[in-house]
């Protein structure tokens, strides 16, 4: 499977390891019992976590092997799982608390309203983060 194009470009300047297997990928799916956005899986079997910004703000997004560690949700936040961050105080995470999974960007608590909608697809969270208001869908 190959990247879209759109994701080829929303990451054409960043830092990129080599792939993830599909085994490894589908592994941490059922560990943590989740289905991972189609994009993410796409992105993940070309490059294996990567760094880079969208020209607003850095994102690392975590090695398949390194996101939600211990197969744990976020401390205090059941439902969302970690995926990368900014290397600072925002976490990304798969948020599973809906009727599907979505896209969050979390603040350093636990609070309802720090937990941000950012996308319902890899793509779209990489367009849209930083989003600030809150609206879950």
Known sequence: ASMDEAL???TAGWEKRPGAALEAIRGRESAIDIHFPTDYVAFMLNSNGASGDNGRMIIEIDPIEEMAPDDAPLRGLPGLYRFGGDGAEETFAFDTRGDRVTIAMVRD???EEDILWQGDTFGEFLTNVPLYERRRR
């Open 109 to 111: 608590s636990i609070d």
């Open 8 to 10: 080829e470009t929303l």
